[in-house]
Nanobody, 124 residues
Framework: QVQLVESGGGLVQAGGSLRLSCAAS????????MGWFRQAPGKEREFVAG????????YYGDSVKGRFTISRDNVKNTVSLQLNSLKPEDTAVYYC?????????????????WGQGTQVTVSS
C-alpha cells in the first residue's frame, strides 16, 4: 500500500506562486513515475504534470506549460509542483498520484494511488 499526502495549497492572488508537495510512504516510490492532476468543480480531472521514475523526463499539460514545474526527490520520497504566474482558471483541487510504471502518462487510469488533494484558489 502507498500513502500520498499533499500539502501547500492555499489562496493566492493572480500572478502569484505556490509550491505543492506530495509525501509518499509505504511501498516503493523511486521506481515509479508520479503525476499531478487537478479538478475544478463541475469539470473532469485534468492532467497537469508528470515525471518519470528518475526525474529525467517531465511533461506538462498545455494550460500550465511554462508556468508550472514538477520535480521529485527519491531520497525524501517527495514530488513537488511549483506553480508560478497563477491565473484564476488554475483554481482547483490538486492531486498527486503514483503511476503503475516507471514512465509518466497523462491518463488518470495509469495511476493507481492518489492523495486526498489540496485546494488551490487563485483570486483575480
Amino acid at each position: 500500500q502507498v500513502q500520498l499526502v499533499e500539502s501547500g495549497g492555499g489562496l493566492v492572488q493572480a500572478g502569484g506562486s505556490l509550491r505543492l508537495s506530495c509525501a509518499a510512504s509505504g511501498r516503493t516510490f523511486s521506481g515509479y513515475a508520479m503525476g499531478w492532476f487537478r479538478q475544478a468543480p463541475g469539470k473532469e480531472r485534468e492532467f497537469v504534470a508528470g515525471i518519470n521514475w528518475s526525474g529525467g523526463s517531465t511533461y506538462y499539460g498545455d494550460s500550465v506549460k511554462g508556468r508550472f514545474t514538477i520535480s521529485r526527490d527519491n531520497v525524501k520520497n517527495t514530488v513537488s509542483l511549483q506553480l508560478n504566474s497563477l491565473k484564476p482558471e488554475d483554481t482547483a483541487v490538486y492531486y498527486c498520484a503514483r503511476a503503475r510504471g516507471s514512465g509518466w502518462s497523462a491518463s488518470p487510469g495509469y495511476y493507481d494511488y492518489w492523495g486526498q488533494g489540496t485546494q488551490v484558489t487563485v483570486s483575480s
